[in-house]
């Protein structure tokens, strides 16, 4: 495989809204991030991906939008945006946008002609039915729960939105969407930008008369038009949002021959805490099996080969914190944490780390749902309350798994609000705030900032972990992921004890290095050794 800058990467993301307010009203910004440039420097990071910023009425926190080539004044102007690129690249810092194309919001310039009249320009730049038999053009659902149609008076069709009512979707089959889309791509592409994180992109090859939404049959035809169109000659990075993705289909969209994208996000890990069957979701929780999220992380190491490129992540601004929803954020908080950094940045693929996962964030447990500030939650809390299931069942799923979890505002230091803003925070401040904090983890050498740090220069430094070969240790006790890279005759091993447990675990070559760990250890780990609750760590074994 060809060499790129973004195989040996760690891209930051920043959650606009929560990440730093400058002009206190209560919302972060744009001079916000300019304002921590420095910071994330000193983590090491290489490139910005950039929840979307663009116009929006903000109906889905700048996911619905409006006008793709301007600015949402809660977060500044384009000479700020622009300045943010500039100052990105004095440090080494790129720009990743992230690029919303399956859907636009309803108050978009092009849906605003398109539901004027069945003969309006753009009225075919998105997806109008028919009723059948008085109802719902068929049966497909929207993931904020609900029918995915919504009928409009003016015209007397339904339009499709697999999102929100107001989040209509574009008909991709329009050759005019395409290219308007990839006249926006260019737009950025000339500001200076690094590349994009493309939200829902399986979604764009939908049939819905066949209710077929992910992959659908023409979905890598148009990935491969756009990169001939826009990106494709360029140094960029492109990172796909795509829920339904097997190996294969992994391969299909990030081998560089096919010329489509540099990588997915696959999300087989993040189901493994909730109950599989039909009508079945993220709310339905069950505990996490190590061994399976073990054979899940390995295969994804394993399958792609040289063939495509993993993405590696545990959080983002749709997750919940990972300290909190596998680790223990309490009695052993920091050791999980170290535990979830160097289990996954020893695995081959590019890191992604979420604001905040680098001093140790959890998540924020609410007691009813007018703390909810996320349209996916409030839904199906209304939703789920009318089919009987209780209050208190909810709340823990919510608490468990709603998307504020990640969205609480950044904390800084121990001042009012976490030094995220002087006015009312958009979304409560974890009262948490006071010990986890970015002041507390810089004054402390033995911090969870540190580790991460430290993490991120041992993969400039050492090809094995960017290109190295993997292979699961199977001989050990459930709870305990430990495997083996091994590049050009040197062989690392990795271990950690995803447990409150101490476990055994039999090393099958003796230590020769000592690389990380989150204990402090005196020695180079030998022979049979106690894992400590989540202890991790690496050594050179060959």
Do not use: C
């Given at each position: 495989?060809?060499?790129?800058?973004?195989?040996?990467?760690?891209?930051?993301?920043?959650?606009p809204?929560?990440?730093?307010?400058?002009?206190g009203?209560?919302v972060?910004?744009?001079?916000g991030?300019?304002?921590?440039?420095?910071?994330?420097?000193n983590?090491?990071?290489?490139?910005i991906?950039?929840s979307?910023v663009y116009q929006?009425?903000?109906?889905?926190?700048?996911?619905?939008?409006?006008?793709?080539?301007?600015?949402?004044?809660?977060?500044g102007?384009?000479?700020?945006?622009?300045?943010?690129?500039?100052?990105?690249?004095?440090?080494?810092?790129?720009?990743?946008?992230?690029?919303?194309?399956?859907?636009?919001?309803?108050?978009?310039?092009?849906?605003?002609?398109?539901?004027?009249?069945?003969?309006?320009?753009?009225?075919d730049?998105?997806?109008?039915?028919d009723?059948?038999?008085?109802d719902?053009?068929n049966?497909?659902r929207s993931?904020?729960?609900?029918?995915?149609?919504?009928?409009?008076e003016?015209?007397?069709?339904?339009?499709?939105?697999?999102?929100?009512?107001?989040?209509?979707?574009?008909n991709?089959?329009?050759?005019?969407?395409?290219?308007?889309?990839?006249?926006?791509?260019?737009f950025?592409?000339?500001?200076?930008?690094?590349g994009?994180?493309?939200?829902?992109?399986?979604?764009?090859?939908?049939?819905?008369?066949?209710?077929?939404?992910g992959?659908?049959p023409n979905?890598?035809?148009?990935?491969?038009?756009?990169?001939?169109?826009?990106?494709?000659?360029?140094?960029l990075?492109?990172?796909?949002?795509?829920?339904?993705?097997?190996?294969e289909?992994?391969?299909?969209?990030?081998?560089?021959?096919?010329?489509?994208?540099?990588?997915?996000?696959?999300?087989?890990?993040?189901?493994?805490?909730?109950?599989q069957?039909e009508g079945?979701?993220?709310?339905?929780?069950r505990?996490?099996?190590?061994?399976?999220?073990?054979?899940?992380?390995?295969?994804?190491?394993?399958?792609?080969?040289?063939?495509?490129?993993?993405?590696?992540?545990?959080?983002n601004?749709?997750l919940?914190?990972?300290v909190?929803?596998?680790?223990?954020?309490?009695?052993?908080?920091?050791?999980?944490?170290?535990l979830?950094?160097?289990?996954?940045?020893?695995?081959k693929?590019?890191?992604y780390?979420?604001?905040?996962?680098?001093?140790?964030?959890?998540?924020?447990p609410?007691?009813?749902i007018?703390?909810?500030?996320d349209?996916?939650?409030?839904?199906?809390?209304?939703?789920?309350?009318?089919?009987?299931?209780?209050?208190?069942?909810?709340?823990?799923?919510i608490?468990?798994?709603?998307?504020?979890?990640?969205?609480?505002?950044?904390?800084?230091?121990?001042s009012?609000?976490?030094?995220?803003?002087t006015?009312?925070?958009?979304?409560?401040?974890?009262?948490?705030?006071?010990?986890?904090?970015?002041?507390?983890?810089?004054?402390?050498?033995?911090?969870?900032f540190?580790?991460?740090?430290?993490?991120?220069?041992?993969?400039?430094q050492h090809?094995?972990?960017?290109w190295?070969?993997?292979?699961?240790?199977?001989?050990?006790?459930?709870?305990?992921?430990?495997y083996?890279?091994?590049?050009?005759?040197k062989?690392?091993?990795?271990?950690?004890?995803?447990s409150?447990?101490?476990?055994?675990?039999?090393l099958p070559?003796?230590?020769k290095?000592?690389?990380?760990?989150?204990?402090?250890?005196?020695?180079?780990?030998?022979?049979?050794?106690?894992?400590?609750?989540?202890?991790?760590?690496?050594?050179?074994?060959?």
């Amino acid at each position: 495989m060809e060499k790129k800058w973004w195989h040996q990467s760690v891209v930051y993301q920043i959650y606009p809204r929560s990440f730093q307010d400058t002009n206190g009203d209560g919302v972060g910004d744009l001079k916000g991030i300019i304002q921590h440039l420095d910071y994330l420097e000193n983590l090491g990071i290489d490139a910005i991906w950039l929840s979307p910023v663009y116009q929006s009425p903000n109906d889905d926190n700048g996911y619905d939008i409006s006008d793709y080539e301007a600015i949402m004044e809660e977060f500044g102007t384009m000479e700020d945006m622009e300045r943010l690129i500039s100052e990105g690249k004095k440090r080494g810092i790129k720009i990743i946008m992230d690029l919303v194309v399956n859907h636009t919001s309803d108050e978009h310039a092009w849906f605003v002609e398109a539901r004027k009249s069945k003969e309006n320009d753009y009225r075919d730049y998105y997806v109008w039915r028919d009723a059948v038999e008085g109802d719902v053009p068929n049966g497909l659902r929207s993931t904020f729960s609900g029918t995915a149609w919504e009928f409009d008076e003016t015209t007397g069709q339904y339009f499709l939105h697999l999102f929100s009512k107001r989040q209509p979707d574009l008909n991709w089959e329009n050759e005019n969407v395409r290219q308007e889309v990839y006249a926006m791509m260019n737009f950025w592409i000339d500001k200076g930008v690094g590349g994009f994180r493309m939200d829902v992109i399986d979604l764009i090859g939908k049939v819905p008369d066949k209710e077929i939404t992910g992959n659908g049959p023409n979905l890598h035809r148009y990935l491969q038009e756009m990169n001939t169109a826009t990106f494709g000659d360029k140094d960029l990075m492109t990172v796909g949002e795509t829920w339904g993705a097997t190996p294969e289909i992994a391969k299909l969209y990030s081998n560089p021959e096919r010329k489509e994208l540099s990588m997915i996000f696959q999300f087989e890990h993040v189901g493994l805490d909730q109950e599989q069957g039909e009508g079945k979701d993220k709310w339905d929780l069950r505990p996490l099996s190590i061994p399976e999220l073990k054979q899940v992380l390995s295969k994804w190491q394993v399958a792609l080969g040289d063939e495509g490129w993993n993405s590696l992540f545990w959080n983002n601004h749709d997750l919940p914190r990972i300290v909190s929803r596998w680790g223990n954020d309490t009695t052993y908080h920091d050791q999980s944490a170290k535990l979830f950094a160097i289990l996954l940045y020893m695995m081959k693929g590019t890191p992604y780390i979420y604001q905040g996962e680098e001093i140790g964030m959890t998540n924020y447990p609410i007691s009813d749902i007018s703390e909810a500030q996320d349209i996916e939650t409030i839904n199906m809390y209304k939703e789920r309350l009318a089919l009987g299931f209780t209050k208190e069942a909810l709340i823990e799923s919510i608490n468990a798994k709603g998307r504020d979890n990640g969205r609480t505002p950044m904390q800084w230091n121990d001042s009012p609000n976490a030094g995220f803003t002087t006015g009312e925070p958009w979304l409560h401040v974890n009262p948490n705030a006071k010990e986890i904090n970015v002041k507390n983890n810089l004054e402390n050498p033995d911090s969870i900032f540190y580790t991460y740090k430290k993490l991120i220069a041992l993969r400039k430094q050492h090809a094995l972990i960017v290109w190295g070969d993997y292979e699961l240790l199977t001989e050990t006790a459930d709870e305990v992921f430990a495997y083996k890279r091994s590049y050009n005759g040197k062989t690392w091993l990795v271990a950690a004890n995803i447990s409150e447990e101490a476990h055994p675990l039999e090393l099958p070559e003796a230590g020769k290095e000592l690389i990380i760990s989150n204990y402090s250890l005196t020695d180079v780990p030998q022979g049979t050794v106690t894992l400590r609750p989540y202890e991790a760590f690496v050594i050179r074994v060959s």
